[in-house]
């Protein structure tokens, strides 16, 4: 078994590329690298039209947001397994590493 660390270049510029990363049980210290941030980002963006629809506008006045109707909160527990959420054996942190 290698003990070398693997050094991952956190100032590069390189394209995101999925396979290297999602479901890799990746792990890097300190500070995210900059295409992962990045790409991380647009996958969490709301696209325009959609906000649209679903975020008060920012130009609204205070007073009219403050009337605004919220949704019905549920006092409703949804119970699932943590491993309901991950698609690929291995992605949990504290599960077994094959590498």
Same mark, same amino acid.
């Given at each position: ?11 590069? #510029?390189?394209?995101?590329?999925? =396979? ?18 990045? #790409?991380?980002?647009? #996958?969490? #963006?709301?696209?325009? +039209? =959609?906000?649209?629809?679903?975020? +008060?506008?920012?130009?609204? +006045? ?21 491993? =309901? ?15």
């Amino acid at each position: 078994m290698d003990s070398k660390k693997t050094v991952i270049d956190l100032t590069s #510029a390189t394209k995101f590329n999925e =396979a290297e990363w999602i479901g890799c049980g990746r792990v890097y210290d300190n500070k995210i690298p900059v295409t992962v941030e990045e #790409a991380k980002d647009r #996958a969490f #963006a709301i696209p325009i +039209p =959609a906000s649209q629809h679903v975020l +008060p506008s920012p130009a609204m +006045p205070i007073t009219q947001f403050l009337d605004l109707q919220l949704p019905v909160l549920s006092s409703q527990f949804i119970m699932t397994k943590v491993h =309901a959420w991950f698609s690929k054996p291995g992605a949990l942190p504290w599960s077994k590493r094959t590498s």
